[in-house]
């Protein structure tokens, strides 16, 4: 499957997410694709490394499975992540997409 999600890619068959992190935002929440990675603002400190696992229950739970579903490939200690979800890719494509339609419904 081909999506139009530049920050999705296949990897052995296994979807990768392209991150770009923003540690001590005041909320976790996606906002919006900067430079083909989707851009989250992430409520935790980059110590220790809080902020990773921090990001990777938030995304767990945003896609509706376990933690161990997803694993740091790529960025341990820098704001650039390769995250590996080990659900289909049509889910994690229909979650995406869930996304824009609810910054469309907001901004309209």
Do not use: F, Y
Not at 52 to 78: E, F, I, S
Not at 82 to 105: F, N
């Amino acid at each position: 499957m081909t999506t139009r999600w530049p920050c999705l890619s296949l990897h052995d068959g296994v979807p990768w997410l392209a991150l770009s992190v923003q540690p001590n935002a005041r909320r976790t929440a996606v906002d919006g694709l900067h430079d083909g990675a989707l851009r989250i603002r992430l409520a935790a400190p980059p110590v220790d490394g809080k902020a990773n696992a921090a990001l990777m229950a938030w995304l767990a739970d945003a896609l509706g499975c376990p933690k161990r579903a997803v694993t740091l490939v790529r960025g341990q200690t820098g704001r650039s992540k390769s995250l590996a979800i080990d659900l289909p890719e049509q889910r994690v494509v229909d979650w995406l997409d869930g996304l824009a339609a609810m910054k469309m419904t907001r901004s309209s």
